[in-house]
């Protein structure tokens, strides 16, 4: 079965960066773009960044755009989301979700538990 | 940006009722709509893609209708596990996507 294990987040201070990992198995990891979503606080779902299957194409929310870099390593079936100049508002579970990839992108049929990113002094 | 907007943003009801669930987006977005169920500290879950088809593996008590700007999500029969917050969400005109801000279900 589909798993999406996401790691990296933690406490950081405001303007340091932090990179996020997520391990997927089962199914083939190349073959599928990825994404990465955040829930803020008592807020709701916010879709951050997008990677293609092949790493060709990259698309960001404009809160993140210029400050986030999406990767992935097929060797590793791992992706990652790199976070520059961190501010209290990036403060959120992020999660990774896989793109079901019907009707172009951005339907994610399985998400990862998330991990908490807190953007703190 | 497309903006979805749910209702209600919470809702009451007890095992057994049928429940509505509206989105609407700010404009016309076909059928591109999704909707999913999220519980506190868990993975959320897609229920619905394309407005209608069913996702594999949800029970078929969930159901999606709509196209253009209004939608509906509905539990014919809800069951103590249904209990969550739901969001719609567009991808008719991406990057970015966007959701609605999410309808609490509780128990009554």
């Known amino acids: 079965q589909v798993q999406l294990v996401e790691s990296g987040g933690g406490v950081v201070q405001p303007g340091r960066s932090l990179r996020l990992s997520c391990v997927a198995s089962?199914?083939?990891?190349?073959?599928?773009?990825m994404n990465w979503v955040r829930q803020a606080p008592g807020k709701g779902l916010e879709w951050v960044a997008l990677?293609?299957?092949?790493?060709?194409?990259?698309y960001y929310a404009d809160s993140v755009k210029g400050r986030f870099t999406i990767s992935r390593d097929d060797s590793k079936n791992t992706l990652y989301l790199q976070m520059n100049s961190l501010t209290a508002e990036d403060t959120a579970v992020y999660y990774c979700?896989?793109?079901?990839?019907?009707?172009?992108?951005?339907?994610?049929?399985?998400w990862g538990q998330g991990t908490l990113v807190t953007v703190s002094s | 940006d497309i903006q979805m907007t749910q209702s209600p943003s919470s809702l009451s009801a007890s095992v057994g009722d049928r429940v509505t669930i509206t989105c609407r987006a700010s404009?016309?977005?076909?059928?591109?709509l999704n909707w999913y169920q999220h519980k506190s500290g868990k993975a959320p879950k897609l229920l619905i893609y394309?407005?209608?088809s069913l996702q594999t593996g949800v029970p078929s008590r969930f159901g999606g209708s709509g196209s253009g700007t209004d939608f509906t999500l509905t539990i014919s029969s809800l069951q103590p596990e249904d209990f969550a917050t739901y969001y719609c969400?567009?991808?008719?005109?991406?990057?970015?996507?966007?959701f609605g801000q999410g309808t609490r279900l509780e128990i009554k």
């Open positions: 979700a896989k793109d079901l990839m019907v009707r172009g992108y951005y339907t994610f049929d399985h």
């Open positions: 089962g199914f083939t990891f190349s073959s599928y773009a």
């Open positions: 990677i293609s299957h092949d790493g060709n194409d990259k």
């Open positions: 404009q016309s977005i076909s059928s591109y």
């Open positions: 394309a407005a209608s």
């Open positions: 969400q567009q991808t008719y005109s991406a990057p970015p996507v966007t």
